[in-house]
């Protein structure tokens, strides 16, 4: 059974989408810690990123950070974090967190709610501030 990230990346379910290219999507986390939280998959789906062979693994990593830059130049903030984590989905991502304070990125139990109106106007704000 494909997970639900490997249905994002086939069409099946909707996301706000800020960046995609042949081997990598990014989206925002619909359960965001700050606005702006985006997640960067391989669209193969893996369960676990050191599981990637090392040729995905470096793309993730060099994709990731053009889409780390666009959230910068996108969203007010001091620094983009960086976390893996996430047992519940059998799909390898990447958390780019905006963050004034090293709180933000920690404190996953906190999570936040946007409009719809607000997160589409988020991922065409990160994604105008991409350079693929």
Known sequence: MASIFTKIVN???????????????AFLDIFPVAKGHTLVIPKIEVDYLFDLD???????QLFAKKVAQGIKKAIPCQ?????????????????LVPM????DLLNFSKKRSFTKEE??????SISREIIL
């Open 11 to 25: 069409g099946e379910i909707p996301a706000w989408k800020v960046a995609e290219d042949e081997n990598f999507l």
């Open 54 to 60: 090392d040729e995905i693994y470096i793309g993730l």
């Open 79 to 95: 620094k983009v974090g960086v976390m893996v984590l996430g047992l519940e989905v059998p799909h390898a991502h990447i958390h």
């Open 100 to 103: 004034q304070s090293e709180a």
């Open 119 to 124: 997160m589409a106007e988020t991922a065409a």
